[in-house]
């Protein structure tokens, strides 16, 4: 007991205590042999152990202890000789097997197996024993795999298991690497790849941005694994003994992600902070399972479910790109209809609300252009942007996951660099924002281009493209916010005409913008708001080429005409602004009867107005201006009777106001 504990000296004592009371007796001498081997003294151990053998009855491990002291005084024939000698008298024990292949030229492999087997041999056998036993027992255990670990990658189905000997062993970072060559060489094992994104999540502190990178890409793939799942609901339900249905995988997968977020540090020395990485690896990863997940092997095998930086680590960026190329093709070709329910298939995951699930309140109309999602048309050829592969796996992938959470601004920021730091530093401010064409980690950032003739080009379009969406959000949320900044939507828009125009988009992003407006303007003239109505026409006929102006002159003559009369009712208002609302409607659409006569109306009741303040001059113009109003709208509405009326009406006051003597002569 005492050299078990350690206390080597004090057991020796006993020991030598023992022989003196049974000089023939083996067993005093087996036990001195072995602390004489525990201290290191070969040559005394070996003595021993000698003697003891030479007793009537030896002891039955003293063969096995004298070859461990050969092997370790570097005679392997002794210690061989030992070891065979000893399993003839009774079967070896695990230990001795793999002492005994080592020594004997077995293959690595079979060696590394004995290892193995001893390491988890010798953990059972020290189960509830004392702590400090078990704790070296665990040490030793961990001690055998690594060994192992250096003799032969392990194939298959037991690295969790090993893995889980290493840590417990004290080797956290050999549990590490063995975890990740088993997952290098079969990535869709989702067993390995969880107990990697368990090891990797619990390394202690000091962390470096890599081993990061590595953790979230392990957890991306696991959160997206059906596989993963399947199990995890058959673990839950043997433990609790209830069926566990599969439609809780959903909440159990958000809860799971939303604990990993909570997890993750705000820096950790990676490119971009780990919580955002997360988020967009596992986006990622989402976007691939729905098309089925990247096949694991040329022309097949088990699919795998994981983000871009795992496919990076896996180095099948080049893969990557043809793969989501080629589906990116087939979205394009299943048509427009099935594409646009994917698109909203993916908004609606993505928290956004389709059409058809905002209460009816605003008209139709207002209501599609005001949610208004991402402009590009599947059917137009560009792909469908919140489902792109492309995009998701490349440094877009960010703002294309802040875009479909609705931040534009967000987006934005995330665009304004998409270069690798060395990129960065070749490249200086003002160069574009993306990897040059040369660059080595290219690929590595962004698997979707990866090995596409032009994807150094279409990187920098697809960024541009985004900016466009960002830039066309960012003006929606400016005219439907409570109050809106119509000159910074202006602005937005501006900007998202630019980047139009270098993507071939210009009268597409123009239709965009003008649907959108006309939307926002209908939806807050239905609620009465007239002003903010006009304004948001005039902020967005401010940056409209003429081509598209038609549609919100037609609108602006609208809600003009609507302003200028709901102002001119009201008792006692000054009647100068309905006027001036009512003159522009006109000039914008002549072809509404019902404000060329309230023009009339109000024109005469201005000129009334001014001729009672006391000014004849004004009052004459008035009426001669109303006049030629109604005359000119006599040709849109010839023999109309309410415009000959105001007309009639019009041209007796002025006769009236003729004849009053001047002011002057007042
Ligand atoms: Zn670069």
């Known amino acids: 007991m005492r050299l078990a504990a350690g206390d080597v000296d004090a057991a020796v004592v006993e020991f030598e205590r023992a022989r003196r009371l049974r000089p023939t007796a083996a067993g005093p001498l087996h036990w001195l042999g072995c602390a004489a081997a525990h201290r290191g003294d070969l040559a005394a151990a070996e003595r021993h152990l000698t003697a003891a053998l030479a007793c009537a009855v030896p002891h039955r491990r003293t063969l096995i202890q004298r070859a461990y002291v050969h092997a370790r005084a570097g005679a392997p024939e002794a210690a061989l000789s030992d070891l065979r000698a000893a399993s003839r008298i009774a079967p070896l024990d695990d230990e001795a097997r793999w002492v005994m292949a080592a020594l004997s030229g077995r293959p690595a492999r079979e060696v590394a197996l004995r290892l193995r087997k001893a390491a988890l041999q010798g953990l059972m056998s020290e189960r509830g024993a004392d702590p400090a036993r078990e704790c070296a027992g665990r040490a030793r255990a961990g001690a055998l795999v690594d060994a192992a670990r250096g003799l032969d990658p392990e194939p298959g189905g037991f690295v969790p298991l090993h893995a889980v000997v290493l840590v417990r062993g004290g080797r956290r970072a050999a549990a ?5 060559e088993a997952a290098r060489r079969d990535p869709t094992d989702h067993r390995v790849t969880h107990t990697l994104a368990l090891a990797l999540l619990n390394s202690p502190g000091g962390q470096r941005g890599p081993e990061w990178e590595r953790c979230i890409a392990a957890w991306a793939s696991v959160l997206h694994d059906a596989g993963f799942w399947e199990r995890a609901r058959a673990t839950a339900s043997r433990r609790y003994g209830v069926a566990v249905e599969a439609s809780l995988v959903p909440a159990l997968r958000a809860g799971l992600r939303e604990a990993l977020e909570r997890r993750m540090p705000d820096d950790a020395g990676t490119r ?4 955002p990485l997360l988020q967009r690896e596992a986006d990622a990863a989402k976007l691939l399972a729905a098309v089925g997940g990247f096949p694991s092997a040329q022309g097949g095998g088990v699919p795998l479910f994981c983000g871009p930086l795992r496919i990076a680590e896996l180095g099948r960026s080049a893969e990557f790109g043809a793969f989501a190329a080629a589906q990116e093709a087939r979205a394009l070709h299943t048509g427009a209809a099935h594409t646009a329910a ?17 209460p009816a309140a605003l008209p139709p109309g207002a209501t599609a252009a005001v949610t208004g999602h991402p402009s590009i048309d599947p059917a137009a050829g560009a792909p469908p942007m919140y489902t792109s592969l492309t995009y998701a796996f ?12 609705g931040k534009p601004g967000d987006a934005l920021a995330a665009l304004a660099e998409l270069r690798c730091p060395s990129c960065r530093a070749r490249g200086g401010p003002g160069a574009a924002a993306v990897c040059e064409p040369d660059c080595a980690r290219f690929d590595e950032l962004n698997p979707g281009y990866a090995g596409l003739p032009d994807r150094h080009r279409r990187l920098s379009l697809d960024a541009r493209g985004l900016a466009l969406e960002a830039r066309l959000s960012m003006g929606r949320d400016e005219l439907t916010a409570d109050r809106p900044d119509f000159t910074a939507a202006a602005a937005y828009w501006r900007r998202a005409l630019v980047h139009s125009r270098e993507l071939d988009r210009y009268r597409e992003t123009q239709t965009a913008i003008v649907d959108m407006a006309l939307g926002a303007a209908r939806a807050a003239h239905y609620e009465g708001r007239l002003t903010r109505a006009v304004a948001t026409l005039e902020a967005t006929r401010s940056v409209i080429g003429a081509n598209e102006r038609g549609r919100l002159e037609g609108q602006l003559a609208r809600v003009l005409a609507d302003r200028g009369i709901s102002v001119a009712n009201e008792e006692d208002g000054p009647l100068d602004q309905p006027a ?5 409607s006109v000039a914008f659409n002549p072809h509404l009867l019902r404000t060329q006569v309230s023009l009339g109306i109000v024109l005469r009741r201005l000129a009334a107005a001014r001729w009672g303040s006391g000014s004849l001059s004004g009052a004459r113009d008035t009426l001669r201006e109303a006049i030629d109003q109604l005359t000119a709208a006599l040709e849109h509405f010839p023999d109309d009777p309410d415009l000959e009326d105001q007309r009639e009406a019009a041209v007796a006051d002025l006769d009236h106001v003729m004849w009053q003597p001047d002011e002057s002569e007042r």
């Open 272 to 275: 971009v902070a780990p919580g």
């Open 580 to 584: 001036a609302d009512l003159r522009r």
């Open 176 to 180: 590490v690497e063995l975890l990740h």
């Open 394 to 405: 490349s440094e877009l992938g960010f703002a294309q996951l802040l875009l479909g959470l």
């Open 342 to 358: 994917q698109q909203a298939h993916a908004l609606r995951a993505n928290g956004f609300h389709p059409v058809e699930d905002t």
